[in-house]
């Protein structure tokens, strides 16, 4: 657990993230709403889900709980399989 007043500067750096990564979650959204095309929006998927981990991961380092870093790892197995199934998808949609 970060204490603020034992580490000023990584409290303020948590903090300073946990905004980044929420704006950056935002901008994403928009993105993903607004997408001119599947693969886009697909791309756009992974990098929200992306941003979702870092979020996880800056909870983890305030809280000091390290058993949300299995849902962290969890999310991104299941990235990494939807992005796998995505690409037999757009291979055998490309063959057609």
């Known amino acids: 657990m970060i204490q603020p007043d034992t580490y000023p500067v ?3 750096a948590v903090y300073f993230s946990f905004a980044c ?7 994403g959204l928009y993105r993903l709403l607004t997408g001119p095309s599947l693969p886009d929006r ?8 992306s941003l979702v981990i870092g979020l996880i991961i800056n909870y983890v ?3 000091g709980q390290p058993v ?8 991104a197995l299941l990235v990494f399989m939807g992005n ?11 063959q057609q």
Do not use: G
Request: zero cysteines; a positive charge.
């Open 84 to 94: 796998i199934a995505f690409a037999k998808y757009l291979k055998r949609r490309v």
């Open 10 to 12: 990584l409290s303020f």
């Open 68 to 75: 949300f870093l299995n849902v962290a790892v969890a999310i």
């Open 42 to 49: 697909i791309v756009v998927m992974d990098l929200i889900a």
């Open 61 to 63: 380092m305030l809280t």
């Open 21 to 27: 990564l929420t704006i950056s979650l935002f901008a």
